[in-house]
């Protein structure tokens, strides 16, 4: 048997206290199933709960499960990045820890891999137990995305995915801090493929990505995979120039046949001027978006932060491409 496992299962953490049991329960059930080594690296990312506590009493008594525990919460995105840094298993799947995504569905992303895949993505049927404001969003947001980015998204996916080593190698060179991840696998190319689930309703606990969330992972995917939103401008304002070009004789015309009091004066500035900066202050909004992006990532700062690990060598993590620490995860010494 080769040093490095067969598979490395990454499972971001946070706030799951509820879940773990179920989690490595099922995980080493199916892992075990395919008669292959595997490893289960769970990602704390800054848990309030005894998340950590009830990993590490898992952890002594499984060395196939290793802990990387974050300094503070940075956020699933970086977590499931963590994950990917420390995994050294040929084939690599990332899942949630909630267990909405069913890891029975790993032995056919296996069985797509071992065909030949090198991205085994899975596609969402149906989603169970959520409301209709949060299905109507997600709907809306896949297909946005899918419309506008400049990469082939696949709709309806999470981060719920095998990705080969060499995939993994990829991605690990890709150090930019506003992340997406499922973007950025689709971007990376490789042969692709997905699976039909359908996603179960949560057991325990509350969802990790509130309307808040939501909207700044959506300004994530579409500021780092579109530039749609800046050459829209374009548009805004030739279509507003138009306008006012028509407007002028318009207005004149009707002013000689209506009087003068048509439409007094200062409404329609008022009106025409209330509109204009409206649709400044968006494009502002907008473009301050992307500086801001480039801000984040010419500061240099680390990605994430570890406070320490379990059943990992201190030294594992850092992205072979990387030669600079602040591109990579920090580890905290004592």
Known sequence: MSENPRYSIIAPIYNEEGNIQ???DRISAVMDSTGESWELITVNDGSRDRSLELLAEIADKDSRIKIVNFARNFGHQLAVTAGIDHASGDAVVVI???LQDPPELILEMIERWKAGYEVVYAVRQERKGESWFKLLTAKLF???IYRITDVDIPMDTGDFRLIDRNVADV????REHNRFIRGMTSWAGF???GVSYVREAREWGETKYPLKKMVRFAMDAVTGFSYFP???MVYFSFILGLLAVIAIPVIAILRLILGYEFLGGQVTTIMLLLIVSAFQLFFLFIMGQYIARIYDEARRRPLYIVA???NLAQGAGKPAAVE???EAGMEVRG
Request: charge should be positive; proline fraction near 4%; hydrophobic fraction near 30%.
């Open 308 to 310: 320490s690990r379990y």
């Open 230 to 232: 800046l050459q829209i």
């Open 142 to 144: 896949y297909r946005m």
């Open 191 to 193: 042969k692709q493929t």
């Open 324 to 326: 600079s620490p602040s």
């Open 96 to 98: 949630d820890a909630d």
């Open 171 to 174: 991605l690990r060179a890709m």
């Open 22 to 24: 179920k989690l490595y």
